[in-house]
């Protein structure tokens, strides 16, 4: 047996250490009016901390699941009950093909920032292309992080490196009601990516890598590649059980696997040749499929010039905006032989030695 280890988590806060952190969401006077109200909510939500009331609402499992008597949390059934529907609708052929378009800058004119993105202006020209070929079109807006009230993508655990069937899919680990962990927005987004044919990340560059806004997404994205469908098979967050249900084999389910991909990597100063390679390995590896060289872009967008002036130098770089409408035509095109059974992952029948 290979035993969990402990010893780094930290205690639970205290009563005193609670009520300052709960307080911190209600300063502005305004609540004043509603403190003997506020102090009962407190007192409830210490209550849930304490008793590590993580799950709101449960419900017992059912016949489709390992053990049909444990208690899954009825959000996390709700969204697994949405994936279902969004994967058998993604392979129905008689429907429209559909693309995710992923906005990866954190910057829009609703935060600090005061001003769109470049990075969303591609993506807008993107979908006119797409859109003019009869697809749907579905898009994710990231930067709505920074200015959308209460909106969360909460990090991701890492219990996938506990034992794989400890990371489910999709992710369980949210929303943690004892922890005040809600308003998770990956329950929507696993369905976007579920319900695509395809998906085109637009991200700029910050410190040589990705926005923390799309990092967030890609890490939350892991139980796609492996994640345990049935949870009952771990009764919720059972390392041990885990360890030992992924050391009889496990499969490695790839969830989004056969999915086209494009990326439009942009940046002024360094670093696009690394991310774009990095967005690249880590969609191939989920078993996505490139859509030819020209679906994969990285380019400087005003090398070393004014940041204040960036939008005034993308309306003159006209070349780089028809490299971004050949990626969405280079997508539109891998979609279409996708569908019609022409474009397929020459390896998909080799066995990997070592499956991860």
Same mark, same amino acid.
């Given at each position: 047996m290979?035993?969990p280890?402990?010893?780094?988590a930290?205690a639970?806060?205290? %009563?005193?250490?609670?009520?300052v952190r709960?307080?911190? /969401?209600?300063?502005?006077?305004a609540?004043? !009016?509603? @403190?003997?109200? =506020?102090?009962?909510?407190?007192d ?16 017992k499992a059912?016949?489709e699941?390992a ?6 949390s009825?959000e ?11 994967e058998?609708?993604q392979k ?7 693309i995710?378009?992923i906005?990866g800058?954190? %910057?829009n004119?609703?935060s600090?920032?005061?001003e769109? /993105? ?6 807008? !020209?993107? @979908?006119?292309? =797409?859109e ?8 994710l807006?990231l930067s709505r ?5 209460d ?6 655990k ?8 400890l990371?489910h899919?999709?992710c ?7 922890q005040?962990?809600?308003?998770d ?10 319900a695509?044919?395809a ?10 890598q ?9 890490d939350r ?14 009764h919720?967050?059972?390392?041990q059980?885990?360890k030992d249900l ?5 499969p ?10 494009g990326l ?16 690249s390995?880590w ?8 859509a ?5 872009l990285d ?9 204040a002036e960036?939008?005034v130098i993308?309306?003159?770089?006209l070349?780089?905006q028809?490299?971004v409408v050949n990626?969405?035509k ?17 390896d998909?029948g080799l066995?990997k030695?070592?499956?991860?």
């Amino acid at each position: 047996m290979t035993a969990p280890r402990k010893g780094q988590a930290s205690a639970k806060i205290g %009563r005193n250490e609670f009520h300052v952190r709960f307080s911190r /969401s209600f300063m502005d006077p305004a609540f004043s !009016l509603v @403190k003997d109200a =506020l102090a009962s909510v407190e007192d409830v939500a210490l209550s849930n901390y304490i008793n590590s009331h993580k799950a709101a609402v449960t419900e017992k499992a059912g016949s489709e699941f390992a053990d049909p008597e444990y208690k899954l949390s009825v959000e996390w059934k709700a969204n697994r009950d949405h994936l279902l529907a969004a994967e058998a609708r993604q392979k129905d052929p008689v429907t429209a093909s559909r693309i995710l378009l992923i906005n990866g800058s954190a %910057r829009n004119d609703g935060s600090c920032a005061g001003e769109i /993105s470049k990075t969303f202006r591609m993506l807008k !020209l993107a @979908k006119a292309v =797409l859109e003019a070929e009869q697809i749907e079109v579905d898009t994710l807006d990231l930067s709505r992080l920074t200015s959308d009230y209460d909106r969360h993508i909460h990090p991701c655990k890492g219990c996938v490196s506990t034992a794989m069937p400890l990371c489910h899919w999709p992710c369980s680990c949210y929303p943690n009601h004892a922890q005040h962990q809600t308003n998770d927005w990956m329950a929507e987004i696993y369905g976007q990516w579920t319900a695509a044919h395809a998906v085109i990340i637009f991200t700029p560059v910050y410190w040589y890598q990705t926005p923390s806004v799309l990092k967030l997404m890609i890490d939350r994205l892991v139980c796609a590649d492996g994640g345990n469908p049935d949870p009952t098979t771990t009764h919720g967050k059972n390392a041990q059980e885990a360890k030992d249900l992924e050391l009889q084999g496990w499969p490695y389910p790839k969830h989004l696997a056969g999915r086209a991909y494009g990326l439009v990597v942009h940046g002024d100063v360094a670093g696009i040749e690394g991310v774009r390679r990095g967005l690249s390995d880590w969609l191939e590896w989920m078993g996505l499929i490139d859509a030819g060289a020209l679906s994969r872009l990285d380019r400087f967008v005003g090398y070393y010039k004014s940041y204040a002036e960036s939008h005034v130098i993308y309306d003159l770089d006209l070349a780089f905006q028809q490299e971004v409408v050949n990626v969405a035509k280079a997508v539109a095109a891998a979609v279409a032989q996708l569908r019609q059974g022409h474009l397929s992952m020459p390896d998909a029948g080799l066995q990997k030695p070592r499956p991860k």
